[in-house]
């Protein structure tokens, strides 16, 4: 119902069983189905359909209902995916229903073949790579991601496209085993919609003139998907600036493919050779010969200039300037320059 609601108890075989057949049926007719979330965004209370759930709630639903009615349905080998809301919740979720199920005799391995996420209150990625660390065995998945409507004007065109690309790029790297947008074509309106809730897509069709426009964020998907494989794995990479995200991919036939995003039109100069360098120790002090008399001149070590890559002293000849007292002082160290759909990822990447 709009604007939330719940499913009764006494509803809930009634529920699965519904959820149980439609998957059966469309099987039937050729749809490849392999996962199904409990309920869509369990705790949104929108203008539109809404059914939210609590952790006790889907936790109960799952293993004493729709499981079961899935087995009797004779498609037992469908996923099961939790949660399907924002990242910002994402662990406390998985406690959550880690907790209830234990409660309920069972284990969230036994009910869940992962966990799915949408990207709608930040990038979070610390939060996957969190529920990685949590589940190894189990797939994490985005499963929701659009941009706002631009009236067709294209306004943000370019933003979007890097939003898409930084997102993927991070949560493939903390862990998610596959990333699906939603959705990858609307109409000049951006829906169809039926509360208005219109929305930018990769490829937007005008009805009136029958036209395709693919926006920029069709293409930055494009480098995602053209160069990595079903069932590719992702291989850790560093950069020398945080201006760059950087995704290395290690395809099943052997080939690895280098995925980077600039989010910046500054340029960036890389760190010199020289301020890579560390500085060399002082050297020791050496004896010298004696002076006229028979006297040694008494000797002070003399302390090593230090300077950065970008700084130099004004006068190279000029000796180290002196402390009260004579002893010769050290210049200051500078500041050191700072260091250099797919479905992929994680365990394994899916098709």
């Known amino acids: 119902m709009c604007h939330g609601g719940r499913l009764r108890a006494k509803y809930r075989d009634t529920w699965a069983q519904v959820l149980a057949r ?153 862990g998610a085993t596959a990333y699906i947008d939603w959705n990858i074509l609307l109409d000049e309106t951006g829906g169809p919609n039926h509360t208005g809730n219109y929305c930018d897509a990769p490829i937007m069709y005008d009805r009136r003139t029958q036209t395709l426009t693919y926006n920029r964020s ?14 590719a794995r992702i291989f850790p990479t560093s950069s020398y600036t945080d201006r760059l995200d950087t995704l290395g991919v290690l395809n099943p036939d052997g080939t690895k493919v280098l995925i980077l995003l600039n989010r910046t039109t500054k340029p960036k100069k890389q760190p010199s050779e020289k301020a890579r360098t560390p500085p060399q120790p002082p050297s020791p002090p050496t004896a010298s010969k004696p002076a006229c008399g028979g006297r040694r001149p008494k000797t002070r070590p003399q302390m090593n200039q230090i300077t950065s890559g970008t700084e130099k002293p004004k006068n190279p000849s000029q000796p180290p300037a002196r402390r009260p007292g004579g002893t010769p002082g050290r210049q200051s160290i500078g500041p ?15 098709a």
């Not at 009615?69 to 910002?88: F, R, S």
């Not at 069709?218 to 069932?231: K, M, V």
């Not at 050191?336 to 899916?350: E, F, L, V």
């Open 218 to 231: 069709h293409t930055y998907l494009g480098h995602f998907s053209r160069f990595t494989q079903p069932g």
């Open 22 to 174: 439609a998957v059966a049926a469309w099987r039937q007719e050729g749809m490849p189905l392999e996962y199904l979330s409990v309920q869509n965004e369990p705790l949104a209370r929108q203008t539109w359909d809404s059914c939210l759930y609590t952790a006790q709630e889907e936790a109960i639903f799952a293993a004493r209902h729709l499981r079961p009615a899935l087995d009797a349905q004779g498609v037992a080998d469908l996923k099961l995916l939790a949660w399907d809301h924002n990242k910002d919740r994402l662990i406390a979720r998985m406690q959550q229903l880690e907790h209830e199920l234990d409660g309920l005799g069972t284990t969230y391995e036994d009910v869940f073949a992962g966990t799915a996420f949408h990207w709608y209150t930040g990038d979070h990625f610390e939060a996957v790579r969190t529920a990685r660390q949590m589940k190894p065995a189990l797939e994490l998945i985005h499963t929701e991601g659009c941009a706002a409507y631009s009236h067709g004007k294209g306004t943000r065109t370019h933003a979007d496209a890097e939003h898409y690309a930084r997102d993927i790029i991070g949560d493939l790297n903390a």
């Open 336 to 350: 050191t320059p700072p260091r250099a759909i797919s479905r992929t990822g994680g365990p394994q990447a899916k």
